[in-house]
């Protein structure tokens, strides 16, 4: 069923259509918040106001644009606004994971010693890209975040995010070099904890 | 000899963005370095892992909880809705009376302004003698 059908069958008060939307467009929505906010209950918590601004406002929505360009619009902007609104909050919440994170990879460690080395440097190298792409500036990453994670086009980012074709293309060639120079800055510090382990 | 690098150059290194001569230059620099080797095998292998994350999974009561959340926020609406046409009938009730008292005692005030001016403008004098010169009160005092 294409996107059209289903907004039609929305619209006409067909509430099964909706259960269909939400479960054809979940994943996207979710992974997107997740990338953004880097909570999976929060993610999970964004995705509803996602989809519940998408069923009070879809009379809204005209078909110039793709369904999935609307849905990424709203979700970028509630994520991105969720993240104004919790810095604080988020910063003690950074804190208290690194404490659990540092006692919960000992006792991964502790209590299985035949764990594969590699994994473990998996992901502090997952941890180290995840920080350098948070440092971005906020338009940097949400171009970042669609290109590299959600494979979408250079085109729809611009729909998206409301901007020139040619200004998305500078964003991501920026971002890119951003997140490169952030790895090189983190790099020598997980050097030093390879070289200890 | 020992030369040091920029992170700028290593990543227009990684990037392939110098010129011949200076991709060249710069390669000699890095093979003969194990830092910088370790740096640039670091940098591509956690840049590479852009996009290999995992996805999270799908939530299967995701729309329950949109609908239950819909619900919700409906019925609060609804209660918002019945507790504000509750009050706004009283206070359209008060409105009116107000309004009524405030009118009534403006055209009564219009009414004794009228009265005011009308006796200022009309006040006359009774006089006694035909020349108008005797008040009437003076009159009769004298009679008496």
Same mark, same amino acid.
């Given at each position: 069923m294409?996107?059209?059908? *289903? ?19 979940q994943?996207?929505?979710?992974? +997107?918040?997740f990338?953004? %906010? ?8 964004? +995705? ?10 879809i009379?809204?929505?005209?078909? !110039? ?12 902007? /509630? ?5 104004r ?9 950074? %804190? ?5 994170n540092?006692?919960? +990879? ?5 209590e ?9 440097? @998996? ?5 180290l890209?995840?920080e350098?792409?948070?440092? *971005?500036?906020?338009?940097? /990453? ?11 086009s250079? !085109?729809?980012?611009?729909? %998206?995010?409301?901007?020139?074709l ?9 971002a /890119? ?7 090189? !800055? ?12 | 000899?020992?030369?040091k ?14 010129s ?7 390669k ?8 910088y @080797?370790?740096? *640039?095998?670091e ?20 729309? %329950? ?5 819909? +619900? ?7 209660l ?20 009524? *008292?405030?009118s ?22 009774f ?18």
């Open positions: 294409s996107d059209e059908e *289903l907004i039609s069958r929305i619209l006409s008060g067909d509430q099964l259509y909706f259960k269909i939307l939400v479960e054809k467009y994943s996207l929505v979710l992974n +997107t918040c990338r953004f %906010i880097r909570d999976k209950s929060d993610a999970e918590d964004i +995705t509803q106001e996602v989809f519940i601004e998408v069923f009070l406002s009379k809204k929505f005209k078909n !110039k644009s793709k369904l999935s360009t609307w849905l990424y619009r709203i979700t970028v902007n /509630k994520s991105l606004n969720f993240i609104n919790n810095k604080k909050r988020k910063f003690f919440k950074s %804190i208290e994971k690194k404490f659990k540092s006692e919960n +990879t000992e006792l991964q460690i502790a299985t010693p035949t764990q594969n080395e590699e994994n473990v440097l @998996k992901q502090q190298r997952l941890i890209l995840r350098a792409i948070e440092l *971005l500036p906020e338009k940097q /990453k949400t171009a970042f975040i669609l290109h590299k994670y959600e494979n979408v250079y !085109k729809d980012i611009a729909e %998206i995010m409301d901007t020139s040619a200004s998305i293309e500078g964003l991501i060639h920026r /890119k070099i951003n997140v490169q120079k952030n790895i090189l !800055k983190k790099a020598k510090v997980l050097k030093k904890v390879v070289s200890n382990k | 000899m020992k030369t690098l920029s992170n700028k150059t290593v990543i227009k290194y990684f990037n392939e963005e110098l011949e001569y200076e991709m060249k230059r710069v000699s620099i890095i093979n003969n370095s194990d830092y @080797k370790s740096i *640039l095998n940098l591509k292998i956690t840049y590479r892992l852009i996009g290999n994350e995992e996805r999270l999974e799908n939530n299967p009561y995701l729309y %329950i909880e949109i609908i239950n959340k819909l +619900t919700d926020k409906e019925n609060q609406s609804n918002f809705n019945s507790y504000f046409i509750k009050n706004s009938q009283l206070i359209v009730a008060v409105l009116v009376l107000l309004i009524t *008292l405030y009534g005692f403006s055209i009564g005030n219009i009414y004794h302004n009228t009265n005011e001016l009308s006796s200022n403008n009309y006040k006359t004098e006089y006694f003698n035909d020349l108008q010169l005797e008040r009437m009160e003076s009159v009769l005092l004298i009679k008496e």
